[in-house]
């Protein structure tokens, strides 16, 4: 039974069919908004907070079985590494090997650079393409970081997350 787009239209508006199994009338829904206004209400609360108490753990935490943010820094600070660092002249080395541009970074540079990675997670897309912004709203949501979290588009559907 083939029939014009205005038939059917006019069909699930009287019938009231919206897939969901339930048949019902369009005029039985409340339609009306209903808003909450704040009360300004001022008053003096006292909450005891246990000092030690255990923080959440991130799934990031999880995965690489360490602190992250305060804890992560001070860790760093005393095991020696240093957050400012200046280039020294041999620090970085470019040569051309067969018409080839190569850079060549000392173990110093190196390390910094791997330190900085390792925080970084590589996402691919697959199936619909999303924004950026629906891409964060959605890392958000779904694994609720601690820290902010950086995204960097890269071509083909790649996103780098930096925690």
Same mark, same amino acid.
């Given at each position: 039974m083939i029939g014009t787009?205005?038939?059917?239209?006019?069909t699930s508006q009287v019938s009231g069919n919206d897939g969901g199994g339930s048949d019902h009338l369009d005029d039985d829904r409340n339609t009306k908004k209903v808003r909450f206004k @704040?009360?300004?209400?001022? !008053?003096?609360?006292?909450?005891a907070?246990?000092?030690?108490?255990?923080? &959440? #753990?991130?799934?990031?935490e999880k995965l690489l079985g360490?602190?992250?943010?305060?804890?992560?820094?001070?860790?760093?600070?005393?095991?020696?590494?240093?957050?400012d660092f200046e280039l020294?002249?041999?620090d970085i080395?470019?040569?051309?090997?067969?018409?080839?541009?190569a850079i060549?970074?000392?173990?110093?540079?190196? @390390?910094?650079?791997?330190? !900085?990675m390792e925080l970084t997670?590589?996402?691919?897309?697959?199936?619909? &393409? #999303?924004?950026?912004?629906a891409l964060h709203n959605r890392i958000l949501f779904l694994w609720k970081p601690i820290n902010p979290i950086q995204i960097m588009d890269i071509a083909n559907d790649y996103f780098l997350v930096k925690f």
């Open positions: 787009r205005e038939n059917m239209l006019s @704040e009360r300004n209400v001022e !008053e003096v609360t006292t909450m907070v246990d000092p030690e108490s255990q923080l &959440n #753990i991130s799934w990031k360490g602190p992250t943010g305060a804890a992560a820094a001070h860790e760093e600070a005393s095991m020696g590494i240093e957050l020294l002249e041999g080395k470019t040569s051309v090997v067969d018409g080839i541009p060549d970074f000392s173990d110093q540079v190196k @390390e910094i650079l791997f330190k !900085e997670v590589i996402i691919k897309l697959l199936g619909r &393409n #999303i924004g950026y912004n």
